[in-house]
DNA sequence: TTCGAAAATCAAAGCGCTTAGATTTTGATT
DNA sequence: AATCAAAATCTAAGCGCTTTGATTTTCGAA
């Protein structure tokens, strides 16, 4: 390359990233050159030497349907199931595509990565080998690894309430948005049994119970212990639902997440179940299948895109030199539809 | 590292990259040094040295409202806009998912990047210099760079029908489909005067319109010249449709993509006319949010994340030594919903 | 024409890894 | 204990760029 433009490749290195550098006839040889050949300079070159990629990483996992592959929602043959709520975008969807978009407005790559199969770990140490900073949602990468990474490159987590030494995070507010839409059924719709379903297995969670509960006591009713049921495990959904209802149906249940929520609607659409009249129903992310069921579903909105534009601000900004460790927290607010019985459209 | 371990820098590379290499007891050792410094082999040194990223790379653009900024759908304050079909995700999204569905399971990183804003080149030849692999849509990348690159490493190209040599490409039956849909028109709803919608500037969108006019012939229909309109340009739509009214309301319009036929939708609500009662629609692409419209689209739906998946898969295929260029064409299927006056509800 | 500072270019030392090929260690066999 | 092949480890030469400091050009001023 060096050699077809008549040039030490310190000039050539000169034409691509320090333009001013060079006499402008020279670069025009340069870059003639580099067309006639296709050459385009080697980002990993360039990233070993200057010890900086160019590229954010985000890191993943597959909050898909019960692990059973993929739909395949593309099959020509497909009709009605692939338009099915489940081919939907969902949070982490979402938050990626926030940062998507915010990374490529700062002049980053973004590089995804996921822990699909086996391998988890394998994985992440791939992506952050090759980025400057890196994004991951909370739980997927063990604590340890995450205490490693942090003192190589700037880290935040998503979504999680592990304060880890020197990985920034990006939250919502979980208490606040769940004690809201608990006060709204309260308030607005007279329910006073009201059936919690979730886990709270992680501190994200928990707050979403806690923000529950505490309205509850609040309105001086008793908060049940939550439902265990997990988000895209519908069978532990469905266990959950079907054990309570053989208690009596309570005024309203109250999901830990959409996606379960979601289930419980077909469930009870099954059931010959009628909501809301029967039972009023809300939830917790605002992810967009929520406006494709019926009844459409009230829910805890999270800023999903803004969630993943402020992860890579954080980055972005570490990257800069500012130091200190950041941690955002975004408020939430109610979308309040038809599940509950208000007939909203939104 | 190695020191620290007390090993060579050579066996901290085996430990990594072929274990059954190094003794247990050896990998062990440099396992924990690894983890109390938290050291991860460099992906920018391992690329260079071995030649090759292990990351695949997806250009692609931002099909988004009139460059308008981003509509900041997160704002709290934000209501029914927020959940517009706006925010919903486009073809470029849903193909770019598939692509990291696919690419994910193969075991690449995808790296994303887009022709944002102005230094369209730029951005491309960053991606090209990191990755072993390119995928691209049509039309956002020169020409002459393509060739440049197609060269020297695999490059699939989507949804385009220039045939660049060396280029792979995956497309649809854009003819095939068009020409379904308009016969659906046709013979389903009797319909005689169908004004088509749409650029047909791309060799694409330029087939869409063939199928629709052979369709028309075919019934011994005249073929209208097309309106002139171009998707995520609100005001060509507009100015197509309403140019149109003056002279007369159709049996149908026919667009060339989803977006394009949802700013109709709106439009028509605007001027009272209802559809599909006073006009019927369809269109192409099947984006999620022509779900979410009232009344629903009849939409020729193209395989998105097939489209994706299949892109990996060809440059996977070319990167493990396959040499023959490949031209991956797939079928489309017609989602006939509410908006040509089927009534159908998916 | 000559001189010197500024501009342009170059040589060469890394950047952190991979991988031949060389060297040392290990361990089963004499 | 001696021998030797196999196993484990190491040395060192790149991979293609950036960047410092040195060298050469250029060009206005003397």
Redesign the pocket.
Known sequence: ?AARA?????????T???P????S??ATAVLEAAAELG????G???G????RTGAIGIFSFDYMVDGSGDPDPDSVAADAASTSANTFPLYVDEVQYGAETESRRLGYALMLGGARTLPGEHAVTDIV?RVDGLITFSGIVPLEMMRGFAGRLPIVELSGEVRLEGVHTVTVENEAGMRAMTEHLIDQHGAKRICYVGTSTTAEFAARYEGYSGAMRDAGLAPQPPLESRPAREHTTIAAISGQLTLGMPDAFLFASDQEAIVALRLFEQLGVSVPRDVKVASFDGILAGLLVSPTLTTVQQPMHAIGRAAVGVIVDALAGRPDIRHVRLPLALRIRQSCGCGGTD
């Not at 008549?6 to 000169?14: D, E, H, K, L, R």
């Not at 001013?20 to 006499?23: A, F, S």
């Open positions: 390359m008549g040039v030490s490749i310190a000039t050539v290195s000169f691509f990233s320090q001013h550098r060079v006499k006839a020279t050459y385009v300079p080697s990993n070159a360039r070993l030497a200057r010890g080998g």
